[in-house]
């Protein structure tokens, strides 16, 4: 069996989150803060109709959130990892029948009853499900357990199955030596389905830098940008893949005012192929920094799956060409692409310098041109005086100086910001935002330690017809009652 890769850019998500002992113990302070911050960032950013559901698998499975629109709905994700948080450190460490692929067929079945509720039209139209399973368990064990519990299921509706192995200080060097390396197939432990493994330490900015890169970042592998190069006779067509390397400063609530995000001049994950044209080659130290504007994108060769394999690799071969020569030759291209306007107005271009970076990468940023250049009086040079330069000199000796500049050691307090400006938006008397045909709230079960438990929301499957049925037929009051009730519920 193969996986299928759906070239869509949004689909639901599953997380299911394997809690045996006991690894759990070893990983669930680091998992949870990391889990925290995505969640702050994507109730925030993430586009409406990403939807996004957590189980937790012990001894059992149990859903902790019913597939459920990730944008806006902090409150939920939070109450998700107080749960989480609390859960118990003693327990049977064996598990029974095979939980995680209960938990994986749950999910399925939770995305076809969505199906069923959007089958008139409206709302979501993806019919596909990606599941991620998160273990501190190798691999191996993750995928013999799948293979066993789904060999005999319905999987058309399964998009893709990660398994994600934290590594953590509870294994041996032996256990270590025999875990598969980060994007690993297991196809020799599952004939159900194509898993894919990853690795990842349990520190928080690594799995952190995961769950960022697993629910903001889109795998639609299709073609999205046509960079086009002319030649004597005919054109060199170079096929990319366009990602986003930052988040949108603009979306986060509270400083659009404050970002410097103006300029998004190709959109990601549109659906629709972009073409750039490339107009001339510059010096790479002839572009101005301030006539540069804008956040910044990569291009990548494509992974597009319906590209037959010699034109992928084709492709490949002319996009490291390309790379190569743009940075041997320290140049840069000035391109530009149409932006989409009424069809009755003039066209209007947008300008872009494409430049080498140094991975095996091309980085795309939008230039100023004549139409947006304010021009700024001429500056005569000024002289130093010897006094100011020894005092500025001596202020600068103070200074650490980095070779290189890492953003991943500044950090600048937005997560704490997010959490509190979302959770006051989502206060009581304010609007959650939920599923469409949903009832606006799951079930809650409550145990004896007064915790609300969640569970899968009832879903309304009756047709009009059915309901027209229901209520003309001889049934008894009450059940006509119950039926109006379930409905207005």
């Known amino acids: 069996?193969?996986?299928?890769?759906?070239?869509?850019?949004?689909?639901?998500?599953?997380?299911?989150?394997?809690?045996?002992?006991?690894?759990?113990?070893?990983?669930?302070?680091?998992?949870?803060?990391?889990?925290?911050?995505?969640?702050?960032?994507?109730?925030?950013?993430?586009?409406?109709?990403?939807?996004?559901?957590?189980?937790?698998?012990?001894?059992?499975?149990?859903?902790?959130?019913?597939?459920?629109?990730?944008?806006?709905?902090?409150?939920?994700?939070?109450?998700?990892?107080?749960?989480?948080?609390?859960?118990?450190?003693?327990?049977?460490?064996?598990?029974?029948?095979?939980?995680?692929?209960?938990?994986?067929?749950?999910?399925?079945?939770?995305?076809?009853?969505?199906?069923?509720?959007?089958?008139?039209?409206?709302?979501?139209?993806?019919?596909?499900?990606?599941?991620?399973?998160?273990?501190?368990?190798?691999?191996?064990?993750?995928?013999?357990?799948?293979?066993?519990?789904?060999?005999?299921?319905?999987?058309?509706?399964?998009?893709?199955?990660?398994?994600?192995?934290?590594?953590?200080?509870?294994?041996?060097?032996?256990?270590?030596?025999?875990?598969?390396?980060?994007?690993?197939?297991?196809?020799?432990?599952?004939?159900?389905?194509?898993?894919?493994?990853?690795?990842?330490?349990?520190?928080?900015?690594?799995?952190?830098?995961?769950?960022?890169?697993?629910?903001?970042?889109?795998?639609?592998?299709r073609e999205e940008i046509h960079l086009i190069l002319p030649e004597e006779d005919s054109e060199l067509r170079v096929i990319c893949d366009l990602h986003r390397p930052l988040i949108n400063p603009g979306l986060l609530p509270g400083l659009g005012d404050q970002s410097h995000s103006t300029g998004p001049v190709v959109a990601a994950n549109t659906g629709v192929i972009q073409t750039i044209r490339v107009i001339r080659a510059l010096s790479s130290h002839g572009v101005c920094g301030s006539m540069l504007y804008g956040l910044p994108s990569v291009l990548m060769p494509t992974a597009c799956w319906a590209l037959d394999w010699d034109q992928l690799e084709a492709n490949q071969d002319h996009f490291h060409a390309l790379c190569h020569c743009l940075q041997s030759q320290e140049l840069s291209l000035l391109a530009c692409t149409t932006l989409h306007s009424f069809s009755w107005a003039p066209t209007v271009l947008s300008h872009v310098i494409v430049s080498a970076s140094d991975s095996a990468a091309l980085l795309l940023r939008p230039v100023a041109v004549r139409e947006l250049v304010l021009l700024n009086p001429v500056t005569l040079n000024h002289t130093v005086t010897e006094k100011a330069l020894h005092r500025t000199q001596d202020a600068l000796r103070c200074l650490e100086v980095e070779s290189v500049y890492n953003p991943l050691q500044v950090t600048c307090n937005l997560y704490r910001h997010l959490r509190v400006t979302l959770t006051r938006s989502s206060a009581p008397g304010r609007h959650i935002t939920t599923l469409p045909g949903s009832t606006g709230h799951s079930r809650q079960v409550t145990y004896g330690s007064g915790k609300a438990r969640a569970t899968i929301a009832p879903l309304p499957l009756v047709t009009p017809i059915l309901r027209k049925r229901i209520l003309s037929t001889d049934a008894p009051p009450a059940h006509k009652m119950r039926f109006l009730q379930d409905d207005e519920d």
């Open 1 to 221: 069996m193969t996986s299928r890769h759906i070239s869509r850019s949004t689909y639901p998500r599953v997380l299911l989150l394997d809690t045996n002992l006991p690894g759990w113990t070893a990983v669930r302070a680091e998992l949870c803060e990391a889990l925290g911050n995505t969640f702050c960032l994507s109730a925030a950013t993430t586009q409406p109709g990403e939807l996004l559901s957590i189980y937790i698998v012990r001894e059992r499975h149990r859903c902790l959130l019913p597939l459920l629109e990730v944008r806006g709905n902090l409150v939920r994700l939070q109450r998700c990892l107080s749960e989480l948080r609390s859960l118990p450190n003693d327990g049977v460490g064996a598990l029974k029948n095979k939980p995680l692929s209960l938990a994986v067929l749950d999910s399925l079945q939770q995305n076809k009853q969505l199906m069923q509720h959007n089958s008139a039209g409206a709302g979501l139209q993806s019919c596909f499900v990606e599941v991620t399973v998160v273990s501190t368990r190798l691999g191996h064990e993750i995928a013999s357990e799948l293979d066993d519990g789904l060999k005999e299921a319905d999987l058309t509706t399964l998009g893709r199955l990660l398994v994600l192995h934290i590594s953590c200080d509870l294994e041996d060097s032996e256990s270590s030596d025999t875990s598969p390396g980060p994007g690993t197939h297991l196809d020799q432990c599952s004939h159900v389905y194509d898993i894919e493994f990853r690795v990842t330490p349990g520190d928080v900015l690594s799995l952190e830098s995961f769950f960022k890169s697993w629910l903001l970042k889109r795998n639609g592998e």
